[in-house]
């Protein structure tokens, strides 16, 4: 065991104190690039997280109430101590979820940098004055939700702690956070930053357990007023469900299927690195990460050569080898999963140029490694055509026309992230146009920063994370109007 896991909590963090669930169960945590156990984790029930929620209500009035620069300067102060430890947090990131090292430096500091700018986000919550008669003021004044539970993955640990309780903090709500039981121990650093920084007790609350018991306790509560989830689509379609007798307001962002058109004028070069960079970034295993790739027909031999000895000079291996470009998959159902997919392709014409293996020798023997794969002859008749593949396959379509290419591209029930490599203005403006997703990358793959909104539309869900709408996620509108009497 790495002496950093060891320094972790693994108790639950309820009203300011870290306790043991009521039951003493544990779960394990599994290195996936080892297989080892790193670590047992308290569980929460019903009854905890309950009591989680209590806290979060009994927090919540001193919260909203506290003077703004006195929040601001907090959630800053929460900001420094997520840089400052940001190694730390990396390294129990990387041993419990498997991604390279450098990958999860990227995310930790990049949480810091979604507390500050949340921080100060919340000083330009405006409202508006509207017209009204001489003796009226009319005006909409933004307020907190109140408590808030959040429902987090495993795929990014770090990332989607800070990027959903930022905002809702900066608005001034309290939290029930739930995070992933594949990787909570990152969670579980972030919280002990939380607790370094004064959070006055109760604002911040972390369950661990049954995912089931957990989400049903919070969809269930009047209490909540708000839930945040990022997961699956049949997982977040089910939590809508059990949310609708308490009408909360609710965000969902879920599956994805990311389109990568690749023009006839593309630059080859940059689409070959667009490609590789956002497909292989956290093995695949992202939401917005490109599924389908579809190659003009004129430039696809040209763009396959290129894109195969790219693949070629990546080095899978435990995550914290720092040569290492790829880790290990969360675990063994992600690679029978693609597996399923490869054998159905291949039983119906399509062929693997690379990979199309899972690795098993040497260091790789105790792990759950998979080979980085490129997929060619990919068509409609294919599962992999329609089923999200969370893992490092690349699959190939050609296509000829515009208007052919943006049909099959919008062909899925999801619609989170998409991109496109194009130089022509037109070109460009049509695919934007007229992709039915809520992220377009135009010649570009790095789609998410605290400035911008992320989130998608139809079964990816609803309501947006980052930029001044993701705040406005966690407050509710006001009308006054005022007479002067």
Same mark, same amino acid.
């Given at each position: 065991m790495s002496n950093v896991i060891e320094q972790v909590h693994t108790q639950l963090f309820i009203d300011g104190q870290w306790v043991?669930?009521?039951?003493?169960?544990?779960?394990?945590?599994?290195?996936? %690039?080892?297989?080892?156990?790193i670590a047992k984790v308290a569980q929460a029930g019903e009854a905890e997280t309950k009591r989680a929620i209590e806290a979060a209500e009994k927090a919540f009035p001193a919260w909203r109430d506290m003077e703004l620069k006195d929040r601001v300067e907090l959630l800053n102060k929460v900001a420094d101590l997520l840089e400052e430890n940001a190694d730390y947090i990396a390294e129990v990131m990387t041993i419990e979820q498997g991604k390279p090292f450098k990958e999860s430096q990227v995310e930790s500091v990049g949480g810091a940098d979604l507390f500050r700018w949340n921080a100060e986000e919340s000083r330009r919550l405006y409202g508006e004055l509207i017209p009204a008669p001489n003796d009226h003021k009319f005006e909409i004044v933004y307020q907190p939700i109140g408590v808030v539970g959040a429902i987090t993955p495993w795929n990014f640990p770090a990332g989607m702690v800070t990027r959903k309780l930022a905002p809702?903090?900066?608005?001034?709500?309290? !939290?029930?956070?739930?995070?992933?039981?594949?990787?909570?121990?990152?969670?579980l650093a972030i919280f002990e930053q939380f607790e370094a920084a004064g959070l006055p007790t109760g604002v911040v609350n972390l369950v661990m357990g049954s995912s089931e018991v957990i989400g049903k306790t919070m969809t269930d509560s009047d209490t909540v007023r708000k839930l945040t989830f990022t997961g699956s689509t049949p997982i977040g379609k089910e939590l809508y469900k059990q949310s609708a007798d308490t009408l909360k307001k609710i965000s969902l962002e879920l599956g994805g299927h990311a389109p990568f058109i690749v023009h006839s004028d593309a630059d080859i070069d940059a689409a070959v690195e667009g490609l590789t960079s956002a497909k292989f970034r956290n093995n695949g295993q992202v939401c917005v990460s490109p599924n389908r790739i579809f190659v003009h027909e004129s430039i696809k031999d040209t763009f396959t050569e290129r894109l195969v000895e790219k693949v070629k000079t990546l080095k899978v291996g435990n995550g914290m080898d720092e040569s290492s470009d790829i880790g290990p998959l969360i675990r063994e159902d992600a690679i029978d999963k693609i597996q399923e997919q490869l054998d159905d392709a291949t039983s119906k014409g399509a062929k693997i140029l690379l990979g199309g293996e899972r690795l098993t020798e040497g260091d790789y023997a105790k792990g759950t490694f998979y080979a980085p794969t490129v997929l060619?002859?990919?068509?409609?008749?294919?599962? !992999?055509? &329609?089923?999200?593949?969370?893992?490092?396959?690349?699959?190939?379509?050609? &296509?000829?026309?515009?208007?052919?290419?943006?049909?099959?591209?919008?062909?899925?029930?999801?619609?989170? %992230?998409?991109y496109a490599f194009a130089s022509s203005a037109k070109v460009i403006q049509e695919i934007s146009r007229r992709l039915e997703y809520?992220?377009?990358? !135009?010649?570009?793959? %790095? !789609?998410?920063?605290?400035?911008?909104? #992320?989130?998608?539309?139809?079964?990816?869900? #609803?309501?947006?994370?980052?930029s001044h709408l993701g705040i406005k996620e966690y407050v509710i509108e006001k009308f006054v109007n005022t007479r002067f009497i």
């Open positions: 043991e669930g009521d039951s003493k169960e544990t779960k394990e945590v599994i290195n996936p %690039a080892t297989g080892e156990v809702a903090l900066a608005a001034g709500n309290t !939290i029930v956070l739930k995070p992933s039981g594949d990787t909570p121990l990152t969670a060619d002859g990919v068509d409609r008749s294919m599962d !992999i055509f &329609y089923k999200e593949t969370f893992g490092p396959v690349v699959p190939l379509i050609s &296509y000829k026309e515009l208007d052919e290419v943006i049909e099959m591209a919008n062909d899925t029930e999801f619609g989170l %992230a998409s809520g992220i377009v990358g !135009i010649n570009a793959t %790095a !789609i998410s920063q605290p400035e911008t909104p #992320f989130g998608g539309v139809k079964h990816s869900g #609803f309501g947006r994370e980052n």
